[in-house]
């Protein structure tokens, strides 16, 4: 552990309680240099986190942190930014957090366009409640409630939120830690509804069910399969079938919401409901 | 120009035997013990590259680099 840990983390919560090689680990450890180049003061951080393995992570970072229920980080993180605008306000789900209870939540979040970075930890599984499958699971995949497979197609959460409207949208991984920093930097220096998607590893319950035994396999898998934007523009649709693009997916400059309904407020109280 | 060299330490107490580090690492500095946990066994090969503090799930390595002289 280095200065960076010590000053970012709740010292006494530590060792966390994720499981061996897990993704969640890496994932806070990335997020905390984000924090560290940034500059933010501790106390102009807000970390607002829902329900399952990866909303564990408000219990570690030391800031303004709020842990909120299942599927409804984002609509806490609403009300946070609303009311104190000055705050940078982070929001950590999980993928059944973010598309199955709380997916509502997410596109209205885009949709607004409302200045908040929210970071998607996409393992494709429901961790905490032992593997069950959630909306990211891949067809033909494994889970708990899908001991023959799965026959549901997959969301897409990085093309969900830019077709909701989120005006920065990125993906990474678990494994490529130091373009993650990178990728939540800018998401964050970015005004408006930013996404990151990192597609991360849970060994457990869905390496164990799906031929990727450790955590090393589950990294190995992300190393073979992620493509960086780059690359990706000099491949073939065949080529890209079975792998996924990591990088900056989209970028806007659109209106940001407090800074909209500010607006509407100084607006009406100059007297001008807008009706003419 | 004279070869840097880093110094490792892994905190055995909260390693989790997870292997990453084991991997990951592209000189293979580390090797496991018998409860599987990360032993720095050539430290002499370390480029300093960071790989392992980066990737390690439970913040347990350490790498420094040795002032000479
Ligand atoms: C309202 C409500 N419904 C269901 C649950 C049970 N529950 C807890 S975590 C979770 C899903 C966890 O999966 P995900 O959001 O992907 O997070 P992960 O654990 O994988 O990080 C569920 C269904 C709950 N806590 N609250
Ligand atoms: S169940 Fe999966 S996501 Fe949860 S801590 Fe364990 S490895 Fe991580
Ligand atoms: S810094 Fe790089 S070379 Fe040195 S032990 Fe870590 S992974 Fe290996
Ligand atoms: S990566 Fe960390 S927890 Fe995993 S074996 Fe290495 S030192 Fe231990
Ligand atoms: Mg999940």
């Given at each position: 552990?280095?200065?960076?840990?010590?000053?970012?983390?709740?010292?006494?919560?530590?060792?966390?309680?994720?499981?061996?090689?897990?993704?969640?680990?890496?994932?806070?450890?990335?997020?905390?240099?984000?924090?560290?180049?940034?500059?933010?003061?501790?106390?102009?951080?807000?970390?607002?986190?829902?329900?399952?393995?990866?909303?564990?992570?408000?219990?570690?970072?030391?800031?303004?942190?709020?842990?909120?229920?299942?599927?409804?980080?984002?609509?806490?993180?609403?009300g946070v930014k609303m009311a104190k605008p000055r705050l940078k306000v982070f929001v950590f789900m999980g993928d059944g957090d973010a598309t199955a209870i709380g997916g509502n939540h997410l596109i209205h979040s885009c949709r607004r366009n409302i200045d908040?970075?929210?970071?998607?930890?996409?393992?494709?599984?429901?961790?905490?409640?032992?593997?069950?499958?959630?909306?990211?699971?891949?067809?033909?995949?494994?889970?708990?409630?899908?001991?023959?497979?799965?026959?549901?197609?997959?969301?897409?959460?990085?093309?969900?939120?830019?077709?909701?409207?989120?005006?920065?949208?990125?993906?990474?991984?678990?494994?490529?830690?130091?373009?993650?920093?990178?990728?939540?930097?800018?998401?964050?220096?970015?005004?408006?509804?930013?996404?990151?998607?990192?597609?991360?590893?849970?060994?457990?319950?869905?390496?164990?069910?799906?031929?990727?035994?450790?955590p090393v396999d589950m990294?190995?898998?992300?190393?073979?399969?992620?493509?960086?934007?780059?690359?990706?523009?000099?491949?073939?649709?065949?080529?890209?079938?079975?792998?996924?693009i990591i990088g900056e997916l989209h970028k806007a400059d659109i209106p940001e919401y407090v800074e909209e309904y500010d607006r509407l407020i100084e607006r009406v109280q100059r007297g001008d409901t807008g009706r003419g | 120009m004279a070869k840097k060299n880093f110094g490792i330490t892994v905190d055995r107490k909260i390693c989790k035997s997870c292997g990453i580090c084991v991997a990951f690492c592209p000189v293979s500095v580390f090797t496991t013990d018998h409860d599987d946990k990360a032993v720095v066994t050539y430290p002499e090969k370390c480029t300093g590259c960071r790989q392992c503090e980066l990737l390690c799930p439970d913040y347990c390595i350490d790498v420094e680099e040795i002032a000479h002289g």
């Open positions: 552990m280095d200065a960076t840990h010590k000053k970012y983390l709740r010292m006494n919560k530590l060792p966390h309680i994720w499981c061996p090689g897990c993704g969640d680990g890496t994932i806070m450890g990335s997020f905390i240099r984000a924090i560290d180049r940034l500059g933010y003061d501790k106390d102009d951080v807000a970390a607002v986190s829902g329900i399952g393995c990866s909303g564990r992570i408000t219990g570690y970072l030391d800031f303004n942190t709020l842990h909120t229920t299942h599927g409804r980080a984002l609509a806490f993180a609403t908040i970075t929210a970071i998607i930890f996409n393992n494709n599984i429901y961790g905490m409640t032992g593997g069950q499958y959630s909306p990211t699971t891949p067809r033909d995949k494994y889970a708990t409630t899908a001991p023959y497979g799965t026959t549901d197609p997959h969301f897409d959460i990085a093309k969900l939120c830019i077709g909701a409207g989120a005006s920065y949208v990125a993906r990474g991984t678990s494994y490529h830690a130091k373009m993650l920093t990178d990728l939540i930097v800018a998401g964050a220096e970015h005004k408006g509804f930013s996404v990151i998607e990192i597609i991360t590893h849970c060994p457990v319950n869905f390496g164990r069910r799906n031929e990727l035994e450790t990294l190995l898998w992300q190393k073979d399969h992620a493509v960086r934007m780059a690359k990706a523009e000099k491949m073939t649709a065949d080529e890209l079938a079975d792998r996924f | -």
